[in-house]
């Protein structure tokens, strides 16, 4: 299994405050990615990042915002958590090599905003 | 943008007997696929993945895929399923940008 934790793996918390889920990779992998999984609907992109510093938007990314300070580390903040919100929320990677983008997901981390 | 139609939600299926699950992407160029299995409570782990070259793939756990240009399609079989494969499956399709897009997800469950 690829070198993925999330943190933490389960947290519930109430509309408006904060939240920061953190993933890491042990991999080195240049592409990190955060999916949403909500019943129906299979998995969505929130955000992904090819590198330090480069982050980009996936489909589903407002009330969302991301973080790459190093590349072992992925950050995904919701700034004022909402009901609409609690989700499974999985961590991926991948080398990002031409012709071979594999993604290996983490282990999910499940939150429930009340 | 590409998009994955899994037309099965749920299927059923008794241990010993065979399985296929059904797979259509949209997309104008060749993709790459890829099948995922999630056990409950757990994260995807990719089960197969098709890029080229010959198009019956296999993967683990006795799973293979045929990819149907003509057809769009790219479903996941195995001839004799085991307890342990019940499970949510999972299509994806990517076009060579490092995203993948996904199907809605096929459970699976296994009668005795």
């Known amino acids: 299994d690829a070198g993925i934790t999330q943190s933490p793996r389960h947290k519930v918390t109430e509309t408006g405050t904060p939240v920061t889920l953190r993933c890491h990779q042990t991999?080195?992998?240049?592409?990190m990615y955060w999916y949403r999984q909500d019943p129906g609907h299979g998995l969505r992109l929130i955000h992904y990042?090819?590198?330090?510093?480069?982050?980009d938007k996936g489909e589903v990314s407002d009330g969302y915002s991301v973080s790459r300070s190093k590349t072992e580390d992925f950050l995904l903040t919701l700034e004022s958590a909402t009901s609409s919100q609690t989700s499974v929320y999985f961590c991926?990677?991948?080398?990002?090599?031409?012709?071979?983008?594999?993604?290996?997901f983490g282990p999910g981390t499940r939150l429930t905003v009340l | 943008a590409q998009s994955v139609t899994q037309p099965d939600i749920h299927i059923t299926v008794s241990e010993g007997a065979s399985l296929e699950l059904r797979c259509n992407y949209s997309?104008?160029?060749?993709?790459?696929l890829f099948w995922y299995v999630q056990s409950p409570g757990q994260g995807l782990q990719l089960l197969l993945k098709?890029?080229?070259?010959?198009?019956l793939v296999q993967g683990i756990k006795g799973f293979e895929a045929e990819f149907k240009r003509s057809q769009s399609s790219f479903n996941l079989r195995k001839p004799s399923v085991h307890w342990s494969d019940a499970a949510e499956y999972f299509c994806?399709?990517?076009?060579?940008?490092?995203?993948?897009?996904f199907g809605a997800g096929t459970t699976v469950t296994v009668r005795a």
């Open positions: 991999e080195n992998h240049r592409y």
């Open positions: 991926a990677i991948s080398q990002g090599l031409a012709g071979e983008d594999t993604q290996y």
């Open positions: 990042s090819y590198g330090v510093k480069d982050t």
């Open positions: 997309y104008g160029a060749t993709p790459y």
């Open positions: 098709y890029f080229s070259g010959d198009t």
């Open positions: 994806a399709v990517g076009a060579g940008d490092y995203k993948l897009s």
